[in-house]
């Protein structure tokens, strides 16, 4: 790799993987370790105070998947790069290529010299990269084949969600509290298998009730 200092910084909530990492990384001048953290608010936190070249993220974070955090984090610090780094695959969680919001995906079964290129591709060459056995949940993927029913009253904020409506006006127009309406929504995306606002709309916009 060229000789560029990058800062990296590591947000795991498995400590003993984070520091094992940690250890394997910045044994190398060219990598600068920038902080660690365990969990969304010391995420947060830290990248509003410090902006590294690079965050190595597992979509585990308590007490959220991290993956609904992406739009929020690139708001935050624009220049940094966030590599995906975690044992499940993006069609676990019903992500395609296409809306993928992170720069890159790793499989932490991937070894040393997979995870030097993918910091080289990121930081250096600005680039994208994804290990080559991952695997992207289908873009034609509709609600019809979700694992789990959804039941009514899902589909009537399912509805109101594709009109563009706030969790205010949705609990407004159907009566309920604005907690409730949370919780349908976190359902929805649980039984969906996606997360954030964008990956829902992009799931839900083709269905037929």
């Known amino acids: 790799m060229e000789s560029h200092q990058v800062s990296i910084a590591i947000a795991d909530d498995h400590l003993l993987f984070t520091q094992s990492l940690a250890g394997l990384l910045f044994s190398n001048p060219t990598y600068q370790p920038c902080f660690l953290v365990e969990t969304v608010e010391d995420l ?4 509003t105070r410090q902006q ?3 965050l190595i993220l597992d979509i585990h974070l308590p007490p959220r998947n991290s993956l ?4 929020e984090l690139r708001s935050i610090a624009p220049d940094t ?3 995906i780094l975690t044992m499940h695959q993006p069609e676990e969680f019903g992500i395609t290529i296409q809306n993928f919001e992170g720069h890159g995906y790793l499989l932490k079964t991937s070894g040393k010299e997979t995870l ?3 910091i080289e591709s990121l ?7 994804f290990s ?3 695997k992207w949940a289908e873009a034609n993927k509709t609600l019809s084949k979700s694992p789990l029913p959804l039941t009514r009253r899902e589909k009537e904020i399912i509805e109101k969600i594709k009109e563009g409506k706030t969790t205010k006006q949705i609990a407004d127009e ?8 949370k919780t349908h929504r976190t359902k929805i995306r649980e039984k969906l298998e996606v997360s954030g606002v964008g990956n829902l709309l992009n799931r839900i916009k083709n269905i037929i009730n």
């Not at 930081?123 to 990269?129: A, E, P, S, V, W």
Request: charged fraction near 30%; charge should be negative; hydrophobic fraction near 45%.
């Open 81 to 83: 790069k966030i590599l």
């Open 116 to 118: 030097e290129a993918a």
């Open 132 to 134: 080559p056995e991952i």
């Open 68 to 71: 609904e955090l992406l739009p």
């Open 174 to 181: 159907l009566h309920l509290s604005e907690h409730t309406v």
């Open 44 to 47: 947060k936190n830290a990248i």
């Open 123 to 129: 930081c250096l060459r600005k680039d994208k990269f």
């Open 52 to 54: 590294p070249d690079l």
